[in-house]
């Protein structure tokens, strides 16, 4: 079974400052991966996924996160944290070996906290 | 363009009673997933439906719980005899007929159960 860890339950950074929230999963087949920001009350918007190809994936907002097989990670990083980037990211895998659009497999999440 | 659409927002029921959580996705797109957000917790799957199909039932509690998807009209999730622990908040995903790789969520139905 497919499985997501996101490491960092709660991570509190000043404005400006860099960010990482690191993702790990557990899959025996080749993966789509996802990241996802909730801000509260609110439902969940893409930010970025990897499907193939370049292993670096640029997302919107200023978010990017890069694809390593052999570390099974997916870790989102943003060079320069604003205060609205304060929300909740998750990050997600699916299964695409049965082809078509499948269920989502979640992490917990990490609250990403932008102090001024 | 409208997104999912999801009502109601947020619903009250007391313990024994029924709630429907109604799911109306993109125009165009046949598949609807329904997940589950336990509080503290990340999203977990609970059915995968086309039109009036379920494809994937994995997730769902074996009691109390039903999905459909009719060819006319929105996805509904039926609960029955709720209890506190169903208090959690309900996400609705569609994605298009033609395979995709990506699911547009709703913005969710909080269920609190008094």
């Known amino acids: 079974a497919q499985s997501v860890t996101q490491l960092d339950s709660q991570v509190p950074v000043f404005e400006e400052a860099p960010v990482e929230l690191r993702c790990n999963y557990s899959?025996?087949?080749?993966?789509?991966l996802f990241w996802y920001v909730q801000y509260p009350n609110q439902g969940l918007q893409l930010l970025l996924k990897?499907?193939?190809?370049?292993?670096l994936v640029k997302g919107i907002n200023g978010f990017e996160a890069e694809f390593n097989k052999s570390q099974t990670s997916f870790h989102l990083r943003k060079p320069s944290v604003h205060i609205s980037d304060t929300a909740e990211y998750f990050c997600?895998?699916?299964?695409?070996?049965?082809?078509?659009?499948?269920?989502?497999?979640f992490g917990k999440g990490t609250k990403l906290t932008v102090n001024p | 363009n409208a997104g999912v659409m999801q009502n109601p927002r947020h619903l009250v029921r007391r313990r024994g009673q029924e709630a429907r959580l109604r799911c109306s996705p993109v125009?165009?797109?046949?598949?609807v997933y329904w997940y589950r957000q336990l509080p503290e917790e990340g999203l977990k799957f609970m059915v995968y439906?086309?039109?009036?199909?379920?494809?994937?039932e994995s997730g769902m509690p074996k009691e109390r719980f039903s999905a459909e998807f009719p060819k006319e009209g929105p996805s509904i999730l039926r609960i029955q005899q709720v209890v506190r622990g169903d208090s959690a908040a309900y996400f609705c995903a569609s994605s298009p007929l033609v395979g995709t790789d990506t699911q547009y969520f709703g913005p969710g139905t909080r269920l609190t159960v008094l």
């Open positions: 439906l086309q039109k009036e199909n379920i494809i994937d």
């Open positions: 125009k165009g797109h046949s598949h």
């Open positions: 899959s025996s087949v080749s993966v789509y």
């Open positions: 990897y499907l193939s190809g370049s292993t």
């Open positions: 997600a895998v699916s299964d695409y070996s049965q082809g078509g659009s499948e269920k989502l497999v």
